[in-house]
């Protein structure tokens, strides 16, 4: 059974740093692309940064892309995001996932939800301005 346990979030000032964490059980972890998505309440569940499987690869929204960082290890079945310069639109609930293995297969990096099959219960990431 594959799990997927979110950790690091928290309240931080803005233009402050945080990195949240995910730790992965279960299934081949460095088999698939693992992701990042972020869900604030009235709004739609928004990708945020996915690397490919063997970590070659990474992709982001154009809203972080220069200020976050995702990162893997796969001894550890851990994955990463740095937030750096945090702006209070960054507020959200952070989704660690899984993308499935049809889409991860060429270090493809998936933006799609629906390309991913296993989720984290998240953790609260709030920027006060």
Known sequence: QVQLVES???????????????AASGGSFSSVAMGWFR????KEREFVACVAKSGIRTSYADSV???????????ANMVYLQ???LKPEDTAVYYCARARTSASVLNLTPRLSGEYDYWGQGTQVTVSS
């Open 8 to 22: 690091g979030g928290g309240l931080v000032q803005v233009g402050g740093s945080l990195r949240v964490s995910c």
């Open 39 to 42: 869900l604030v309440p009235g």
């Open 65 to 75: 892309k220069g200020r976050f960082t995702i990162s893997r290890d796969n001894v």
């Open 83 to 85: 937030m750096n310069s």
